[in-house]
């Protein structure tokens, strides 16, 4: 797995066994998030809404560090199926967030597919700093997809 910060942006990339379908439909179908997107004991997706279009609203919330309750919100930006998802991210639990933006880039090629997340939009450097759990979450991603 590759990551690149910069001061406003994350970006991380990760290669599945797995068809853009499937790592599309892990993403974006509420039942399929909720069993792959978190670690119990320490952030534990347990609810997601999914209004699947752009401009659609979408909301995740579930139990987080120190069994703190946290959710996550934003707006679809981008849908291009199987190939591009970007929406906007607002969690709960930064008090100083500003809405930033999460796009999904996926290459697939003879069913393997190379995942890139771009986090972007950060006010500051604290915040970016704040949003250091992607490589563990496209891991998570990847245990899912390949299962």
Known sequence: MNSTNTIDAIVAEITIKASAEQIFQALTDPAQRVKWWGFKGRFQTNHMESD?????????????????????????????????????????????????????????????????????????????TRHQGWPQILGWLKGYAEA
Do not use: Q
């Open 52 to 128: 699947l279009r752009a401009g659609g609203r979408w909301l995740m919330s579930g139990i987080g560090m120190g069994g703190k309750p946290f959710e996550i919100h934003g707006v679809y930006r981008t849908i291009e199926r199987p190939r591009v998802l970007a929406f906007t991210w607002l969690p709960s639990w930064d008090e100083t967030a500003t809405e930033t933006l999460v796009r999904f880039d996926l290459d697939e090629r003879d069913g393997v597919t190379m995942v890139r997340l771009t986090h972007s939009g950060f006010a500051s450097e604290a915040s970016r």
